[in-house]
């Protein structure tokens, strides 16, 4: 037998439209590992004990196959399409096509709107699925606020098309906010960023809870399991740190669920992976329960080491120094 969490248990998140969405969802790209096939009976899995935020994105190849479970799933009365939070992504070579690729999305995934659609990168910057660290293509370039606008300006017309209910963005970095956000009519929502214990982002999570964009934070965990293009000699496993282990120790659970709890206490959405029932459940439950203490949460907000994890750098233009170029880690826009 299945276990179930109840929904309503599972705390909120409120956006600045005083709308509320769950504070975890599960996230859905494993397609370096899994079949779609799988990460989709996940999906229908995480429906079933109590998950009703899902992120999505075109660019990870599985979206029609989840979207015949939520179909399933509507059709036999477990869940009720309004109850979803349904998040998908317009990939980089749609930047010109955006109502095309959010069409697409709503007719793979059968879900009649989408609830927060993203610009998935603020640049056009190809990459063929499952590329090696190498690979680079010759037609990217650097961030552009007009091109970047152009992207922006096309979801705000599916906002007013009832298409979707609100615009994301995604690994955008201060400086990038600073150049579009006067110009946008309808702001984002929520902002997808990279964030976890041994790289929290503080100045960007500040920033963006000032200006009313909720934090989601994508690899919650550190992604012990990412691809292999993301991995390099000098990353940090996060949920090895001494300090993880023993708060995990002190609540007698995995040390991943310490990292979502967290992500959750400190105010972003985490959005963890995982195929196997006994972790998304696990992951589902850990939000409803057993908080982290006061003293806990001073000693994980000590781990931050600049550990990124996803460099970014297949999305490099000709002329780029190195994946830094990709973060304005100096605060100014890279060109």
Not at 65 to 80: D, L, N, T
Not at 105 to 126: A, E, G, R, T, V
Not at 215 to 242: C, H, Q, T, W
Not at 246 to 266: E, T
């Amino acid at each position: 037998m299945e276990k179930i969490i109840e929904p309503g248990l599972v705390p909120k998140a409120t956006l600045y439209t005083g709308v509320q969405i769950p504070c975890i969802g599960m996230g859905t790209f494993g397609s370096d590992r899994f079949s779609a096939a799988e990460v989709a009976g996940a999906v229908a899995g995480g429906v079933r004990c109590g998950y009703r935020m899902f992120d999505c994105a075109a660019c990870y190849g599985n979206e029609a196959q989840i979207g015949a479970e939520f179909h399933k799933a509507f059709v036999q009365g477990i869940v009720r399409r309004e109850e979803l939070t349904i998040m998908t992504k317009v990939w980089n070579d749609m930047h010109s096509r955006v109502e095309e690729s959010c069409r697409k999305s709503i007719q793979d995934l059968q879900c009649d709107y989408i609830d927060i659609f993203f610009i998935h990168w603020p640049f056009p910057n190809y990459h063929a699925p499952g590329c090696d660290k190498d690979a680079r293509n010759p037609d990217s370039r650097p961030f552009s606020v007009e091109e970047f606008l152009n992207t922006y300006r096309q979801c705000e017309e599916l906002v007013e098309k009832g298409m979707i209910r609100f615009i994301g963005i995604s690994n955008m970095t201060i400086p990038k906010l600073e150049a579009v956000l006067p110009f946008l009519k309808i702001l984002p929502a929520v902002c997808e960023s990279e964030m976890h214990p041994c790289f929290q982002q503080q100045e960007l999570f500040d920033y963006l809870v000032a200006h009313k964009i909720f934090p989601i934070g994508y690899m919650p965990l550190g992604s012990p399991r990412r691809p292999e293009r993301d991995i390099f000699e000098d990353d940090v496993a996060d949920l090895e740190r001494p300090e993880i282990v023993q708060i995990a120790k002190a609540h007698q659970c995995h040390p991943a669920l310490i990292a979502l709890k967290w992500a959750w206490q400190r105010g972003q959405i985490p959005i963890p992976f995982s195929v196997h029932e006994k972790n998304y459940f696990s992951n589902l439950k850990a939000m409803t329960e057993d908080p982290l203490t006061e003293s806990e949460m001073k000693i994980l907000s000590t781990l931050e080491c600049n550990n990124r994890l996803v460099k970014g750098q297949v999305f490099l233009w000709e002329g780029a120094d190195d994946w830094h170029d990709l973060w304005d880690e100096d605060g100014t826009i890279v060109q």
